[in-house]
């Protein structure tokens, strides 16, 4: 089975991360690639709220 990036993948690219088992079976998986790690990474990061915005709201 191929695993290929999920992400890649939606952007109409097919990066193949790795070829497992079971060899013999077109089978595609899913996964995520270094690029897109690091850009998940950072868009988790940017979603946690700063302890700014959160004194803003005790504010009120
Ligand atoms: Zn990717």
Do not use: N, Y
């Not at 079971?22 to 690639?33: T, Y």
């Not at 940017?46 to 302890?51: G, I």
């Amino acid at each position: 089975m191929t695993v290929v990036c999920a992400w890649c993948q939606h952007q109409g690219r097919t990066t193949v991360l790795r070829e497992k088992e079971p060899f013999d079976r077109p089978v595609i998986s899913h996964g995520i690639c270094d690029e897109h790690a690091v850009a998940f990474l950072a868009e988790v990061r940017e979603t946690v709220t700063p302890a700014s915005s959160l004194d803003r709201v005790r504010a009120r």
